[in-house]
């Protein structure tokens, strides 16, 4: 006789319908590390983590490198699969071929799509992802929603109408609900870049655009900051602050540095000696001078490093590899994966413990 775990899967009229220990779709998330340490951090909590498929969201103002962080991941993506294509959605047009070539993207393997409302993306978008398989290695990178404006909207203007358009919220979150099932059961990352703007209040706050829709489905919410990094007068680069908003693997409300320098670019080791002087990987043996150390033994390395001398693979080979400091970078980030309820025997006991007033 069939049991009933036989008779609900025969009955599923979804064909992908199967035992959770079984399912494809509740195993490992392929992750795509990215050559920049602290990105990884900032995506997935671990230093060797990365770029996981559903949506993952960079907000902010202008001029806050999110198509550059968007373009780094596209470019991970695409070196771990020679198979693989970028689909980049593009409405802002502020993103030349010499960008890609500056995080050496083949262009060749990009599919640029040009946008002028949210409706076109969405039917796009949907015809693409319908005839994509489970499989194929696609990486899709939206530039920008936060620019998009509805079709209703583009409707009133050329009518000379200058009514307020209450639809595109509505559009927005309709194409975030329909998207979103097909990115996480077909495997495929998706880059969307955002605007931010101030709340109202006594104090006011960054929030994203595009109305609760893309809250709502993304895997991964940052929202960038930018302070100017000065020699004397003279600006020299910018530090970002990637703000954790929401993340399925990191600690919301973290707060990750990255540095951008206007010679060098975006620095690969950005963000690590804030980390490793908390974890006691490096010590400051006098003022304006560095040290490596071995946390357990207080041991202090003789050679002293000048902070220019730390953006250097050969300075962070040892830290990185080190399982103490991967452990602590883990710890300070990473979301637990342990037990999410009391065990019974707490929970009965605390019962007990309560007293109420008769």
């Known amino acids: 006789m069939a049991s009933i775990l036989d008779k609900i899967k025969k009955n599923s009229t979804i064909k992908d319908s199967a035992v959770l220990s079984e399912s494809k779709f509740f195993k490992k998330k392929d992750m795509i590390p990215t050559s920049v340490p602290i990105i990884n951090v900032a995506l997935s909590g671990r230093l060797d983590g990365g770029l996981t498929p559903g949506i993952t969201m960079w907000a902010g103002p202008s001029k806050h490198f999110k198509t550059a962080f968007s373009l780094l991941m596209a470019k991970s993506y695409m070196d771990k699969y020679e198979d693989a294509a970028l689909l980049f959605y593009d409405s802002e047009f502020g993103t030349p071929q010499s960008y890609f070539d500056t995080f050496g993207i083949d262009t060749k393997r990009v599919v640029h799509t040009p946008l002028t ?7 796009d978008i949907m015809q693409q992802l319908s005839n994509v398989e489970r499989g194929d290695h696609l ?5 920008s929603i936060g620019n998009l404006a509805s079709k209703k909207e583009v409707e009133d203007a050329m009518e000379g109408k200058s009514v307020a358009d209450m639809s595109r919220a509505k559009q927005m979150k309709s194409l975030f609900r329909m998207v979103t099932p097909h990115l996480n059961l077909k495997d495929i990352p998706l880059v969307v870049v955002n605007h931010t703007y101030m709340e109202i209040g006594m104090f006011p706050k960054a929030i994203v655009g595009g109305g609760t829709g ?14 100017q990094e000065k020699e004397g007068t003279e600006i020299i680069g910018y ?11 990191v600690k919301e409300k973290s707060k990750i540095p990255v540095s951008v320098s206007f010679d060098g670019g975006l620095s690969k080791w950005s963000g690590l000696l804030d980390l490793a002087l908390e974890s006691k990987h490096v010590v400051k043996p006098s003022n304006g ?12 390395e003789a050679k002293k490093y000048r902070v220019k001398e730390t953006d250097d693979k050969d300075f962070w080979l040892s830290i990185l590899t080190s399982k103490s400091f991967y452990d602590f970078v883990k710890n300070k980030y990473s979301i637990g994966q342990g037990g999410q ?3 019974e025997d707490d929970l009965d006991k605390a019962l007990e413990e309560l007293e109420f007033d008769e």
């Open 117 to 123: 409302d949210v409706e076109q993306l969405k039917f």
């Open 139 to 143: 990486i899709i990178v939206i530039d």
């Open 214 to 227: 893309a809250m709502y489905s993304a895997d991964n919410v940052y929202i960038l900051g930018r302070q």
């Open 239 to 249: 530090n970002f602050i990637i703000n954790v908003e929401k993340s399925r693997y």
């Open 289 to 300: 001078w560095y040290s490596k150390c071995d946390p357990e033994t207080g041991e202090v």
């Open 341 to 343: 309820m009391m065990q």
